[in-house]
């Protein structure tokens, strides 16, 4: 079982970068596909990034493409969220979570959640 947890959540202003990281000990062994989420009060959970563990590939939601970007290192057991040219509608908790067959852009599939770290952007 995979038990991700988050870092690097802060505040920062409209435009800037923020990057956060999901610990994950063992997932490319337990798992397809790690991805982020965020959610703000009110709103549904949003799927916004994937990344399947054995080919790299990646995917992205229309609201990050271009300015979010996805990785990991096998190495550390850590995935990675570069977020560029931040928009206060980017403001929410992000979470880390995995996947075990291999659909890394169907949001629905994911499950073993992290606790969040927030972001807020300020204008």
């Known amino acids: 079982q995979v038990q991700p947890v988050e870092s690097g959540g802060g505040s920062v202003q409209t435009g800037g970068s923020l990057t956060l990281s999901c610990v994950a000990s063992g997932y490319t062994f337990e798992q397809n596909c790690m991805g982020w989420f965020r959610q703000a009060p009110g709103k549904e959970r949003e799927g916004i990034a994937g990344i399947h563990t054995v080919t790299g590939a990646t995917y992205y939601a229309d609201s990050v493409k271009g300015r979010f970007t996805i990785s990991q290192d096998a190495v550390k057991d850590t995935v990675y969220l570069q977020m560029d040219s931040l928009k206060p509608d980017d403001t929410a908790m992000y979470y880390c979570?995995?996947?075990?067959?291999?659909?890394?852009?169907?949001?629905?599939?994911?499950?073993?959640w992290g606790q969040g770290t927030q972001v807020t952007v300020s204008s």
């Open positions: 979570a995995a996947e075990r067959w291999g659909q890394c852009s169907n949001w629905n599939l994911y499950n073993n």
